[in-house]
């Protein structure tokens, strides 16, 4: 008695990668992806325009009255402060912004995990959020399919 096999006009072969799991979809990275750039872009956005806002429009040539600092000490805050932050931003955030990219692009793992961590930092009013993308990003980086992916 013939197989079922035996009865089609032509055989069907396995490939020989499928034995092999399946890469990870870049879909699957693609999520903590975007959200690293979404916050490191509204991080951006927030320190640079609350800056301007709180330094110009806000606290602009008076000490608040809830703040009790002296008038150099106000305008050390007024002056450096911003200026700290303004650096801090425009150097901590674009390599997120990088990272988040490499990470969409399954390219260069270790600025993927770094971008994880950076959105992590306390650097924003956004910082929460951030935390929450970045252990997110930082749980799919670490699977083995993902890491393997990378390479």
Partial sequence: MPEEDDKLPFRMSRPADMDEPPAPEPARVAGPANGVIIVASLAILLNCVGGFVLRNFVFPNQ???????????????????????????????????????????LRSYPLALTSALLVMMPCSVIFPIGLAIG???LAVLGDDGVRKAFS
């Fill in 63 to 105: 000490v608040p009255a809830g703040l009790n600092m002296s008038c150099g000490a106000f305008n050390l805050w007024r002056s450096d402060v911003p200026f700290l932050e303004a650096c801090v931003t425009l150097l901590v955030y674009p390599l997120a912004i990088a990272g988040g990219i490499q990470m969409k692009r």
């Fill in 135 to 137: 252990i997110w990003a």
